[in-house]
T-cell receptor
Framework: SAVISQKPSRDICQRGTSLTIQCQVD?????MFWYRQQPGQSLTLIAT?????????ESGFVIDKFPISRPNLTFSTLTVSNMSPEDSSIYLC?????????????FGEGSRLTVL | ELKVEQNPLFLSMQEGKNYTIYCNYS?????LYWYRQDPGKSLESLFV?????AVKQEGRLMASLDTKARLSTLHITAAVHDLSATYFC???????????FGEGTQLTVNP
C-alpha cells in the first residue's frame, strides 16, 4: 500500500499564528489531496495539489488561508494561516495508490491541530 | 454537487447481531469506497467497489454496490466488539479524482 507520512502528528497553536503541515508519499503521485475533519464530523476536501501547477481549492477554502505547496511528486505542504479556534481539526493528506494499489485512496495518519 | 448520505449515523448493537449501514449518493458513479476510522486514528480502507453489482467480503463485513439505485450497503454479520468504529462511505465522481464522503456511521458493539 502507499505509505503517507505527515508531520506534525499533533500540535497546540495560539490564535493568530500559522502552522505548516508536511506530507510525504513513498511513491510518485500526480495528485495529492488535503482534507479537513472537524471534531465529530466527516471529511471535507480542502484542495487538490498537482505538481507543477497551482492547487485547486474547493468552495469555502481559499489560498490565503490554506496555502499549499507541491514542489515534487512525493511531497506537499499545507499551511493553516492566521489560525482561530474554528481551525481546530484533523488535517489529512491523501494520495492514490500506485501499481498493485492503483484505485485505492490512502491517507496519512493526520495532523491534529488544537487552536487556543 | 455530489451528495453522499449515510444512515444510520449512530448505531448501537449487541454482539452477535446483524445489521446494515446504507450509503446513498446523488449522482452517477460506479466507484464507491468504504473506510473505517478508529478514535484518534486515520482512515483505513475496507472495500473498493468499482462496478454495478460488485460485492466484497472481508470477515464479518460485506459491501455491495447498486449503481442504478445509487446505493451501497455495508452488512455486518454477528458483530463483535472489535468492529466498534466509525464507518465512512465515499464516492468518486470521475476516475482518479477526489472522493466525497458521507457523514459517517458511528458503530458501537456492546457485549
Amino acid at each position: 500500500s502507499a505509505v503517507i507520512s505527515q508531520k506534525p502528528s499533533r500540535d497546540i497553536c495560539q490564535r493568530g499564528t500559522s502552522l505548516t503541515i508536511q506530507c510525504q508519499v513513498d511513491s510518485q503521485v500526480t495528485m495529492m489531496f488535503w482534507y479537513r475533519q472537524q471534531p465529530g464530523q466527516s471529511l471535507t476536501l480542502i484542495a487538490t495539489a498537482n505538481q507543477g501547477s497551482e492547487a485547486t481549492y474547493e468552495s469555502g477554502f481559499v489560498i490565503d488561508k490554506f496555502p499549499i505547496s507541491r514542489p515534487n511528486l512525493t511531497f506537499s505542504t499545507l499551511t493553516v494561516s492566521n489560525m482561530s479556534p474554528e481551525d481546530s481539526s484533523i488535517y489529512l493528506c491523501s494520495a492514490w495508490g500506485q501499481g498493485a494499489w492503483t484505485g485505492e485512496l490512502f491517507f496519512g495518519e493526520g495532523s491534529r491541530l488544537t487552536v487556543l | 454537487e455530489l451528495k453522499v448520505e449515510q444512515n444510520p449515523l449512530f448505531l448501537s448493537m449487541q454482539e452477535g447481531k446483524n445489521y446494515t449501514i446504507y450509503c446513498n449518493y446523488s449522482t452517477t458513479s460506479d466507484r464507491l469506497y468504504w473506510y473505517r476510522q478508529d478514535p484518534g486514528k486515520s482512515l483505513e480502507s475496507l472495500f473498493v467497489l468499482l462496478s454495478n453489482g460488485a460485492v466484497k467480503q472481508e470477515g464479518r463485513l460485506m459491501a455491495s454496490l447498486d449503481t442504478k439505485a445509487r446505493l451501497s450497503t455495508l452488512h455486518i454479520t454477528a458483530a463483535v466488539h472489535d468492529l466498534s468504529a466509525t464507518y465512512f462511505c465515499a464516492v468518486e465522481e470521475t476516475s482518479g479524482s477526489r472522493l466525497t464522503f458521507g457523514e459517517g456511521t458511528q458503530l458501537t458493539v456492546n457485549p
